[in-house]
């Protein structure tokens, strides 16, 4: 057997979902080019996309935004739950709190049994999950700064409910549209760390809400979900566009990670990040007085030239993390949300790969080699004095 280091490149399933040409710099979702949907499509849209297959006709759509809508509301159960939860507590911890207890609502063990038996139940707690991530990622924003939560609305898109729920003004059309692209483009990415501990949970029958929540703990990871707001100090270090090249040699020279900068299945730039330099570059124009970009997008754009120049030949471009993260700050997010509205966006993919993994069941269980030691005799306690202590 070959030992594979974090399984890179060892197929794990078969999927219809998603998939990546990292030589090309391609992501489709069921076929469907990612740049097709970021422009025309909607995050409702595309979520009945990862999980049924097909676009929707406009009385399907209706129907499932409508559900969607509806299952905002969270029970007053769960608020104290994360009332009780220290204010201190990152928004990521709290998501994977609450999510977790959300299976005190939807119990599955009986629905489970038989993998897909109950595609009403399904149906049911899929629609709950993905509404209410957004709903409790607003809330605890409120709430870690000592305040009630604003209450969901049912006549927005579920942008601009998230937007109207975090600031409590009527949201921007232009600001929703482009929170509604960020959401599309983090929906789904393949078989990544926090997707494949879906499929490995969900392999086990678990109820939905715990796996989720265990995606939620993959995703907060720094290696994973974390980087965009890594990007935002680290323009935040550098300050002005002059100051790029000099902080980049020397992180180089360094040794140390550009954050935002290189991805692990993108030979060229992440598609995504191409998507929302474009978008974000005209809105934010767009909202300047004086038509120009602000500072940290005007930084970014010398950092990815800077980076270009001396990273290129070696397959290192801008991901999505890299722009992400500026146009949340943009929008007036804390930094302390920008994994959570990650986590809130990748509930869709992750949905779509719990339901698929159920479709064909069979619980991960995977080998390894062992490099311990040879066979060892049982000592008697008096014996060990020579034997190595523990740290």
Known sequence: ME???????????????SYIDGNKGILTYRGYDIMELAEYSSFEETT???????????????????KLRNARRVKYNLREIMKNLPAT???????????????????????????TENQEYINEVTVNIISHMGTLVAMWEHMRNGFDP??????????????????GEEPDKDWARLLDACLILHAEHTINASTFTTMVTGSTLANPCSVISSA??????PLHGGANQKVIEMLDEIGTPENARPYIEKRLSEKKVIWGMGH?????????????????????????DAGSLSKAFATAMEVERVCEELLGHKG????????????????GFDAGLFTPIFAVA????????????????KIFRPTQIYTGAGNSCYLPMEKRSQQKSMP
Do not use: C
């Open 3 to 17: 030992y594979i280091p974090g399984l890179a490149g060892v197929p794990a399933t078969e999927s219809e979902i």
């Open 48 to 66: 009945l996309l990862l999980l049924f297959g097909n676009l929707p006709t406009a009385d399907e759509l209706a129907d499932f935004e409508n």
């Open 89 to 115: 507590t990152h928004p990521m911890h709290m998501l994977q709190v609450a999510v977790a207890s959300l299976a005190s609502f939807y119990p599955s063990t009986e629905y489970m049994k038989g993998g």
């Open 150 to 167: 604003i209450e969901p609305r049912k006549d927005l898109t579920y942008a601009e409910n998230f937007l109207y729920m975090v600031t």
């Open 216 to 221: 939620i703990a993959s995703l907060s990871g």
């Open 264 to 288: 692990r299945e993108y030979k060229t730039k992440d598609p995504r990040a191409t998507i929302l330099q474009k978008l974000s570059s005209e809105l934010l124009q767009k909202k300047s």
């Open 316 to 331: 290192v471009y801008p991901n999505v993390d890299f722009y992400s993260g500026i146009l949340y700050k943009e929008m």
């Open 346 to 361: 990748r509930s869709a993919g992750w949905m779509a790969h719990w339901r698929e993994q159920l479709q064909n069941n």
